[in-house]
């Protein structure tokens, strides 16, 4: 009769430490997923997309491992700068989630905001008006809250939307990207901030509902970021929940958003516009 074989206990454990250390590299230092949980990337992001972040771009810092917290040593490894237009995943200078934002100023710049345009360097960022934007009312996004519920409205084709006004934003380099501006609100308004050397300046694309650089991190916000807590680039989305999901798994497949998976994040380049 064969004698059963032994299970090789420390063999198993010895192949689960290393797959879990291939995992960690990966989520590391090359990509990771990321989901978005709010509004303030409307009307690029939306509540419910998921998406992929690489790691690599911009270098690593103490920061970018996941899963561990490491004390903050200044600088990175291999760093570079993003490029203005950039979406990034950040790290909150408070409580270190992650945030996403857009990247607007780099260390020199004299960023500022007049009447909810956006100034660079003195020279006001062209903003020009576009067709409103509709998106379909879900449990992710329903437009009810009492300062956008004017926009939530039902289509001739029987369709709820939250038909939002949008704008696009046009940087001296030529990237452009939508915004939402909806209403009058105190961060419309900011004196001119030059971002100091080492720092970053963020905001959201939804101007209205983001609390970014605009801010300082007493009252939430990003204020001027430490390039130490740059996490990565956004590249883009691979699928998007409306947030009706239940336990039962038939409704997971009613939840998705197909016209939402694998988006590109990176924003569209134009030519620069012309000098005067």
């Known amino acids: 009769m064969t004698e059963k074989k032994k299970t ?4 198993e454990l010895k192949q689960l430490a290393l797959l879990g250390l291939i995992v ?5 230092f090359i990509a990771k997923p990321f989901f978005i949980p709010s509004e303030s990337m409307l009307p690029g992001l939306v ?18 491992p996941s899963w561990i917290s490491l004390p903050t040593v200044p600088g990175r490894l291999f760093g570079r700068l993003p490029e203005r237009g950039d979406v990034v995943v950040i ?25 909810g ?16 934007v509709d998106l379909v009312v879900s449990p992710n996004t329903d437009c009810l809250d009492p300062a956008v519920v004017q926009y939530r409205i039902v289509r001739p084709d029987g369709v709820t939307v939250c038909r939002y006004p949008r ?12 915004v939402l501006d ?4 105190p961060q419309d308004n900011t004196p001119p901030m030059i971002v100091p050397e080492g720092h970053i300046f963020l905001m959201g694309d939804n101007r209205d509902n983001s609390e970014d650089s605009r801010f300082p991190a007493e009252m939430g916000g990003l204020a001027m970021l430490p390039i130490e807590n740059l996490v990565g680039r956004a590249e883009f989305t691979t699928f998007s929940l409306d947030g009706s999901t239940t336990l039962n798994p038939l409704s997971w497949w009613g939840a998705l958003r197909g016209d939402r998976a694998f988006m590109s994040l990176r924003p569209q380049v134009s030519a620069p516009p012309a000098k005067n």
């Not at 090789?8 to 063999?11: M, R």
């Not at 696009?168 to 990207?177: A, D, H, K, M």
């Open 167 to 178: 704008y696009r934003e046009t940087l001296p380099s030529g990237v452009s990207y939508d």
């Open 91 to 115: 790290k909150s200078p408070i409580d270190h989630v992650d945030y996403i934002k857009r990247l607007i100023g780099l260390p020199g710049d004299t960023v500022e905001m007049r009447d």
């Open 47 to 64: 509540t419910g997309d998921r998406l992929i972040v690489s790691k690599y771009p911009y270098g690593y810092s103490t920061m970018s």
């Open 8 to 11: 090789d206990w420390v063999g």
């Open 24 to 28: 960690f590299g990966i989520h590391s």
């Open 117 to 132: 345009q956006l100034w660079l360097n003195g020279v006001a960022v062209p903003k020009t008006p576009l067709p409103p």
């Open 182 to 185: 909806l209403f009058p609100t």
